[in-house]
């Protein structure tokens, strides 16, 4: 059963950093990629960032490129989102989700209807 549980969420200043995590089980993350998605309250859900470790490759919205990094522990089968330089378009529920192939990372500009979310977890900026 595919299972991903997010934590790292927190309120921060402008300018601040957090770390996401997003922690998989069921599967693991040489079968399968992990997008990043947010949610603001009144908006609808955007992709942020996601990494393909199958193939190498790794996706950032233009929001957030150079602000973020996206990277994987094997051993914790974890998925963690660097996230500095917050700013005030950041906060929202940040979520994880298990991303099967042929994944969405590789095509990011495809609608794709996942199976499996994390709960999700809350960022704030706030100064």
């Known amino acids: 059963q595919v299972q991903l549980v997010e934590s790292g969420g927190d309120s921060v200043q402008p300018g601040g950093s957090l770390r996401l995590s997003c922690a998989a089980s069921?599967?693991?993350?040489?079968?399968?990629?992990i997008a990043w998605f947010r949610q603001a309250p009144g908006k609808e859900r955007e992709g942020v960032s996601c990494?393909?470790?199958?193939?190498?490759?790794?996706y950032y919205a233009d929001s957030v490129k150079g602000r973020f990094t996206v990277s994987r522990d094997n051993a914790k089968n974890t998925v963690y989102l660097q996230m500095n330089s917050l700013k005030p378009d950041d906060p929202a529920v940040y979520y994880c989700?298990?991303?099967?192939?042929?994944?969405?990372?590789?095509?990011?500009?495809?609608?794709?209807?996942?199976?499996?979310w994390g709960q999700g977890t809350q960022v704030t900026v706030s100064s």
């Open positions: 989700t298990a991303d099967p192939p042929p994944t969405w990372c590789q095509d990011p500009g495809r609608t794709v209807d996942f199976e499996s």
């Open positions: 069921g599967f693991t993350l040489d079968d399968y990629a």
């Open positions: 990494l393909d470790s199958s193939v190498g490759a790794t």
